[in-house]
DNA sequence: TAAAAACCAAGTGTTTTACTAGGCTTTTTG
DNA sequence: CAAAAAGCCTAGTAAAACACTTGGTTTTTA
């Protein structure tokens, strides 16, 4: 039962592109890479993919580069990891073929409430309240 | 997010097992695997795993197999999933070294509440429950 | 017009998964 | 006591998923 790291990139990097976005000047790639140590070429295809459910907008050229299309406290942690990952289905069964060996499956109902649980969690934190996170520890780290 | 196959299996193979399983008389791996549709050399592999936390005993020899070792209403889903798969962890950075690169996890926060729904869940839920549903759906068979 | 950025398709090495093969050991029963 | 039926064990393997990388193209701005 894991997320993979490409959820986990994902929601590090939008952490760092949310506390770095001021004004609707776009922040690339190349820094959030540099500041997270996640390779640039890796986080553009992430990027690419994750625009495509609406959650980052980009621009082109010199000075482009990537910015929420939404406030960050309009964003959930399920929002990101699904764009991300796509569906995170608990068991493969749960929304396909796999299952059809069995006409009824015995376990269905298991991945279901925890399916439940797990959306319902990660849907109650937003990208907001890890941003305010990260402030916080930046502050406490230039304290000490 | 997936929980792989491995589980599901265990978690099915151990519905059928606590049904099937009458006055301390083992059931055999192959019976299993007749019923499940299981394939029975995964099935032994799987067993002798989860032999090893104890929610299985074992008899050899002709009329051997499997027991619970436990009431079923005392053996959680979580115990069966665990002793399957080993610890769930959500992402790999959690339990590791995996996160070292960056000196504060940002993400950490999310991993640890998701896990402790699905942990609360899972084991929320009986064997005991399932093997009940299990007879429900049997009866209703026959009736239709 | 050159640099810097996003865009794109395809390839690749590694790890995990899901299973199989083939043999050994223990117990029961005819 | 021998044969059958069960669990026990190690190792191998094909396929899929994962985590990237390569090598370009296009767009924008200074």
Redesign the pocket.
């Known amino acids: 039962m ?1 997320i ?3 959820g986990k ?1 994902a929601l590090e990097a939008l952490v760092f592109l949310g506390y770095e976005q001021k004004a609707d000047s ?7 890479s540099e500041k997270t140590q ?5 986080l ?2 992430l ?2 993919f994750i ?1 495509k459910s609406g959650i980052v907008v ?9 910015l929420l299309a939404k406030p960050a406290d309009k964003i959930t942690i399920y929002d990101i990891l699904i764009s991300a ?1 796509g569906p995170l289905s608990l068991v ?1 069964c749960a929304d396909s073929e796999y299952c059809k060996r069995q006409d009824k499956c015995l376990t269905h109902k298991v991945w279901e409430s925890a399916y439940g649980k797990i959306t319902k969690t990660l849907n109650s934190i937003t990208l907001d309240d890890l941003i305010c996170d990260y402030q916080l520890k930046l502050k406490k780290a230039k304290i000490s």
């Open positions: 894991r993979s790291t490409r990139y776009p922040v690339s790639l190349g820094y959030i996640i390779s640039e070429g890796y553009e295809q990027f690419r625009k980009s621009q082109k050229g010199k000075c482009g580069g990537y990952e493969r």
